[in-house]
């Protein structure tokens, strides 16, 4: 293997906490997408048809960009995370979120994407979490000591894009379904 660095050596923040703000049902297709977790499946998934908008004055600074995580930061869904797909439109990240802001010059932010979903990390990021009180919890300080193993970058890139590929096959086949249940 390659290198071992933490979230926050990678991320050019030390992670961030979303916004904490009211949700409400959608009145329209053109209001922002408020990202809460439970608009996350365990595969780092979101159906943004179905997500709802935030009633809250300047939410600029906690929407998504390109190269961020979230991760959940409470309760049976500790360390559920996303990373951001430009395809899902822009979102707004709620409060029992944390995100990192992945650094393209120091690894391939996809492959984080990826490797977050092993069982290897989400084994840790629960472990962190059970301090042996009834709701698990995690902090930013926290994930961002998390330590990810890093091949170097051709290799990043080439698993990243294997992976992309069968993502986006997976992605079709929901819209597909989706289209077909409709």
């Avoid at 009211?22 to 365990?42: F, G, P, W």
């Avoid at 360390?79 to 995100?99: E, P, R, T």
């Avoid at 092993?118 to 629960?126: A, L, N, R």
Wanted: charged share 25%; aromatic share 10%.
């Amino acid at each position: 293997m390659g290198n071992v660095k933490t979230l926050s050596e990678i991320s050019i923040n030390n992670g961030t906490y979303g916004i904490n703000a009211s949700a409400k049902e959608k009145s329209s297709n053109h209001e922002i997408n408020y990202l809460r977790i439970t608009d996350i499946d365990d595969d780092g998934n979101i159906d943004a048809s179905k997500m709802k908008t935030l009633v809250a004055e300047n939410y600029e600074k906690y929407v998504l960009k390109d190269f961020d995580i979230v991760f959940a930061r409470t309760g049976n869904s500790v360390g559920k995370n996303y990373y951001y797909n430009s395809k899902d439109g822009k979102l707004v990240y709620a409060g029992f979120l944390i995100k990192f802001s992945l650094d393209d010059n120091k690894v391939y932010p996809k492959y984080i994407k990826y490797y977050c979903q092993t069982q290897k990390c989400k084994g840790w990021i629960e472990n962190m979490a059970s301090d042996g009180s009834t709701r698990p919890n995690i902090n930013a300080k926290q994930l961002g000591s998390m330590k990810i193993e890093l091949p170097d970058y051709s290799h990043q890139k080439a698993i990243a894009d294997k992976l992309s590929v069968i993502d986006d096959k997976i992605r079709i086949n929901r819209q597909i379904n989706a289209n077909l249940a409709a």
